[in-house]
């Protein structure tokens, strides 16, 4: 809320300021809201006066309107829309990952969550050739396993080593070093991870539920607050830098044995999208998982995919046409 202050706006001096009070007038919501004819004669004063102070007042503290189409073309000529190489999640995604929103992979453990984030880094990285900044919470991630999976890809060592040189990794394991990651992120630190090749497109914290979940215990007013910053901070990046912010959370059961996104209602809110991965038994060889949508802005929920975890280290996955960055 802003508080009324003397000199803030032509007419709103000392004498008016202190009748204002005396009527429990003290913000400019306060007084926009005021029935004015009903406060003129409350506080003694000209109705034209009062009137003339509350233009003034609406015009520098309200949002100036926009249509409907302003902000649909708006959306349009900022909006990329990376694929993940995967065709199947792709498909369950409407296209892929969509930048200035979080998308989220929730999932137990060994469900295929991390294999989703080290794929889509790579396809990122090396067909879109766009920077990657991943945040792992986890020690899950390493050189070798990122490494392996260009191999596949290409066997130019210039062209694995360009493409790993894509992928900024960030090791944190505290709640605390996490934000201080995304506030540096967002002071500055994305545009210097652009210098040198591709502009960043896509942020990963794998996981944020591992940082985040041992704080909502006996001191859950404390940890919402801290989970409510790194969706603050999250949300920011995603719209001010326009990147695509992929999450991993875990799960957990709901009242009727039921399986649930976990961290609760406070962060449901917070992912544009959600997915449910969950492992399946092993068919021709092959490590399934069936990935379903659970929420979603742009298609049916409940929709299911079964996602081939070891596409992103299939050769011939190269010559996918899927591969290519589609316009916005």
């Known amino acids: 809320m802003v508080v009324l202050r003397e000199g803030m706006c032509p007419g709103l001096e000392e004498d008016l300021l202190r009748e204002l009070r005396a ?21 003694s004063v000209s109705y034209k006066a009062l009137f003339a102070v509350r233009r003034v007042l609406l015009a520098q503290h309200t949002a100036f309107p926009v249509s409907g189409a302003d902000l649909y073309q708006e959306l349009l000529n900022s909006t990329a829309i990376l694929s993940t190489g995967n065709p199947s999640l792709d498909k369950l995604l409407d296209s892929g990952l969509y930048t200035g929103e979080i998308t989220e992979l929730c999932g137990g453990p060994a469900s295929g969550k991390s294999q ?14 766009q920077s990657v900044i991943y945040v792992d919470t986890t020690g899950g991630l390493t050189a070798g396993r990122m490494l392996q999976m260009l191999r596949t890809e290409t066997s130019s060592t210039r062209e694995q080593t360009e493409a790993l040189q894509r992928i900024h990794i960030f090791r944190v394991f ?12 967002r002071g500055g630190l994305l545009q210097q991870a652009s210098v040198g090749g591709g502009s960043v497109k896509a942020l990963i914290v794998d996981s944020v539920s591992a940082i985040i979940a041992p704080l909502l215990g006996s001191k859950q007013s404390e940890g919402i607050s801290l989970m409510v910053q790194v969706a603050g901070v999250l949300k920011t990046l995603a719209k001010d830098f326009n990147v695509a912010v992929l999450v991993t959370n875990h ?4 009242v009727g044995g039921e399986v649930q996104p976990g961290l609760g209602a406070s962060w449901s809110h917070i992912p544009r999208t959600r997915v449910l991965l969950e492992r399946v038994e092993r068919v021709e060889g092959r490590s399934l998982c069936r990935a379903t949508l659970v929420k979603s802005s742009r298609q049916p929920c409940l929709l299911s995919e079964d ?10 996955a190269s010559s996918s046409g899927k591969r290519k960055l589609p316009d916005s």
């Open 23 to 43: 009527a429990d007038i003290r913000t400019v919501e306060d007084l926009v809201s005021s029935d004015i004819e009903e406060l003129a004669r409350r506080c």
């Open 251 to 254: 799960v957990s059961r709901g």
């Open 174 to 185: 505290e709640v605390y070093p996490l934000l201080d990651c995304l506030h540096s992120l």
């Open 116 to 129: 989703v984030c080290f794929g889509v880094s790579i396809n990122i990285s090396f067909h879109l050739k």
């Open 307 to 316: 996602l081939d975890l070891e596409w992103w280290s299939r050769s011939e």
